[in-house]
């Protein structure tokens, strides 16, 4: 039977990373997951760098590896958005422990896959928006500095 053949999506393709296997129950990497859905990809990083659970940086890597993808370095990072990031169950490996009396206990050791897309910021990024703030209170401040002259000369003039 022959194979259909996917359409290449160009740069959309590229912007994705996915980590399968990783040797950590699914409910613990959702934790990490949720803290960056949605985040710029730079604030994300950060977040991780700070957050001292095991999954933040199999999750910091994986999104460092999608820039990658992206054809961006990490100091672009600003320009990218985590669009979706999903946990999935992966495999179970079973175990089981001697006990008592003959008996075994199971140990299940749970694996997760993780996949993660990135998307283009397409607003204004918060960073442009504190650049465009601090230009204008540095205008304001400009202004009221040429309005407070003229009074000063006054000032002077009368002493």
């Known amino acids: 039977r022959p194979v259909p053949q996917r359409e290449s999506k160009g ?4 912007m994705k990373a996915v980590l399968r296997n990783y040797n950590q129950a ?6 990490v997951a949720n803290l960056v859905r949605g985040k710029r ?12 659970r ?16 992206a054809g961006a370095s990490i100091e672009e990072a600003a320009a990218f958005r985590i669009q979706t990031i999903a946990v999935d169950k ?9 006990r008592a009396r003959g008996m075994a206990s199971p140990i299940r050791r749970e694996h997760s896959h993780i996949s993660l897309s990135l998307a283009p910021v397409t607003g204004p990024h918060e960073t442009n928006r504190r650049v465009q703030q601090a230009g204008k209170e540095k205008q304001e401040d400009s202004v009221r500095e040429s309005a407070s002259e003229p009074t000063k000369q006054v000032a002077q003039d009368k002493k």
């Open 26 to 31: 699914v409910r613990k990497v959702r934790l």
């Open 11 to 14: 740069k959309e393709e590229g």
């Open 90 to 98: 992966g495999i179970v490996l079973r175990r089981y422990m001697p």
């Open 41 to 52: 990809a730079d604030e994300a990083l950060l977040m991780l760098a700070h957050t001292p």
């Open 54 to 69: 095991k999954a933040s940086k199999a999750v910091a890597k994986l999104i460092k590896s999608a820039l990658a993808n």
